[in-house]
């Protein structure tokens, strides 16, 4: 019975991210490899000499590179074929390698601690992580997702085998991408481990120099100025975030609930409410699983510190799905139902468009809308699920604790006796 629950959480993403892809296809074909249409003409810019950041895709001119100068250099490969979409092809393939690389890091990771596999269940997750309703929008969008979910993995691996140096590179490499996986920081502390800290701070610091002399000053004040200051979205919080806003955080409540509240105290009341949460999950680490929670809430308290989107989602591969077998009880059944929750696709639109097609009776249109509309402007699926996980992390280290304090007093009973 203990692998229905996993088995239905991943084929119902599996099944759910077919579907995504398909009405994808058909409905917002025009978005087709639109991510990767800004990392090609950004490289191709820059092989020319031009600004990347100045340059967008023609088909979609408002859209632009936002990442350091120095991360353009592993797109000029893909610059050079002269057909973007064979290039997004040959871009498909290694990010399905990255995937696949990623699925197999998963199985491993679970059956070595103790729990084998069926084929099955291998088949499942190979295709959760490949084709899941959270992959679907990377591979569609042609965004770097899935390498970015790797090498994360990677980092959780090599630092519980004792390899911080490896680690530490492979944390670095990831937070230089995307800036907030630099949050992985906390466990790394937490670990105590210091020349993990040290190689993921000479990764990253050091790659940004390298693009100093490589791309100049200038390109590195408009990579600040003009994409990563404007990616803080306080703005859009100021008064309450719009039900339609992509935005994936624990922000979006705080603002719904405290409207008048300055944005720039919503992070501050996001990291009080998470930290409690992370402090908790961190007090025993004694087992493997133990870890695997604590990379969980660590990871999950970053996604919803910051304004991020559903699409990435796929970091939490690893440890998400190990943990579907792993955690027991209350808490296996809690994270399960997280998973499965956090799979939902629904937005209020979506609501409302399912609504208009079926056109059932007024009363039951008002009655659906009068729980939707409250429920999506809280908050979306994905961070109910996330925070269901949450819930089940907090259960699990609550058992442990109880379980360490019922073996100490048995302890000292048998030594009285």
């Not at 290039?87 to 679970?110: P, Y």
């Not at 609504?355 to 409250?374: F, H, M, T, W």
Request: glycine share 8%.
């Amino acid at each position: 019975m203990r692998r229905v629950g996993p088995r239905f959480v991943l084929a119902s993403g599996l099944v759910l991210g077919v579907a995504m892809l398909a009405y994808k296809s058909v409905v917002q074909s025009w978005k087709f490899g639109m991510d990767f249409q800004v990392y090609y003409y950004a490289a191709r810019a820059s092989l020319a000499g031009q600004g990347m950041y100045a340059v967008s895709p023609p088909a979609h001119p408002a859209y632009g590179y936002v990442y350091p100068p120095v991360t353009i250099l592993p797109f000029y490969p893909f610059a050079l074929v002269g057909d973007w979409l064979v290039s997004f092809a040959l871009f498909t393939v290694l990010e399905l390698a990255a995937g696949l690389a990623l699925a197999l890091l998963v199985v491993r990771s679970v059956e070595r601690r103790g729990y084998p596999l069926a084929p099955v269940d291998v088949a499942l997750v190979v295709g959760y992580v490949l084709l899941s309703v959270h992959t679907v929008p990377s591979l569609f969008y042609g965004e770097t997702n899935l390498p970015l979910a790797l090498a994360l993995a990677l980092g959780f691996v090599a630092l519980e085998r004792g390899d911080e140096e490896t680690s530490g590179v492979a944390f670095g490499l990831a937070a230089l991408v995307k800036v907030f996986p630099a949050g992985v920081g906390l466990w790394l502390l937490r670990r105590r481990a210091w020349r993990a800290v040290a190689a993921a701070v000479a990764t990253g610091g050091g790659l940004l120099l390298v693009g100093v002399p490589l791309f100049g000053l200038d390109a590195h004040r408009t990579w600040l100025h003009d994409a990563v200051l404007p990616r803080l979205h306080r703005e859009a919080f100021a008064g309450g975030l719009a039900p339609a806003a992509p935005y994936f955080t624990l922000r979006r409540p705080l603002s719904v609930l405290l409207p008048g509240l300055d944005p720039t105290l919503f992070p501050v009341l996001a990291a009080a409410l998470l930290a409690p949460v992370v402090a908790y999950c961190y007090r025993g680490l004694d087992t493997a699983t133990d870890r695997l929670v604590g990379v969980h809430v660590t990871l999950v308290a970053v996604l919803l510190f910051f304004p991020t989107y559903f699409v990435y989602f796929p970091l939490l591969y690893f440890p998400l799905v190990p943990l579907l077998y792993l955690l027991e009880g209350r808490a296996g059944r809690l994270f399960v139902a997280g998973a499965l929750v956090a799979s939902l696709p629904a937005t209020l639109r979506s609501v409302r468009r399912v609504l208009d097609a079926l056109s059932p009776p007024p009363g039951v249109r008002s009655a659906v809308l009068a729980v939707a509309e409250p429920l999506f402007t809280l908050g979306t699926p994905l961070l109910y699920g996330c925070l269901l996980t949450l819930a089940a992390c907090v259960c699990h280290a609550r058992r442990r604790a109880s379980s360490g304090r019922s073996a100490t007093v048995s302890g000292r009973s048998r030594e009285l006796g």
